[in-house]
């Protein structure tokens, strides 16, 4: 464990119950959505890896242009 983390549940340690019950589940919650989006990511490599290569091909095909941000 950090020393940062270990100085953070010392301060929470002081708090009290309902504090610290809040404060696990933000921590839990935040754990628990990183994991769903590196799962996510994880599953989404080969439609990524297609829509770069469609992107590439677009623009060897000049079918893309560079825009100033006036124009977006």
Sequence with gaps: MTQLLEKA???IHNLPDDAQD?????????MADAQQWDSAF???????AKL???VRND?????VR???????
């Design 9 to 11: 549940i010392a301060e």
């Design 22 to 30: 809040a404060i696990a589940n933000l921590i839990l919650d935040e």
């Design 42 to 48: 994880a599953r989404s490599q080969d439609e990524l």
């Design 52 to 54: 770069a290569e469609k």
């Design 59 to 63: 623009i060897k095909a000049g079918r």
């Design 66 to 72: 560079n825009m100033e941000i006036d124009e977006l």
